[in-house]
């Protein structure tokens, strides 16, 4: 992830990131993440990371559906 980082790209695609982080670690580095990358697509279970998406998507039975957490 650093090599790819460094190169500044637009655009960076995660999958499952942080499944063996704590969720202050979790925050810390996606408030980094932030800020070094324009668009980010994360894959996780964690619904954690809902707090900072700015949309979030669901696979259901094969189909994506837009995704409006209940506050």
Do not use: C, N
């Not at 979790?26 to 697509?41: G, W």
């Amino acid at each position: 992830m650093g090599r790819a980082l460094a190169t500044r790209p637009s655009v960076v695609i995660l999958d499952e990131p942080t499944s063996s982080l704590d969720g202050a670690r979790e925050a810390r580095i996606f408030a980094r993440l932030r800020q070094r990358v324009p668009t980010l697509v994360v894959m996780t279970h964690h619904h954690s990371l809902l707090k900072v998406a700015d949309r979030a998507y669901r696979v259901e039975h094969g189909t994506v559906r837009e995704f409006v957490p209940l506050s």
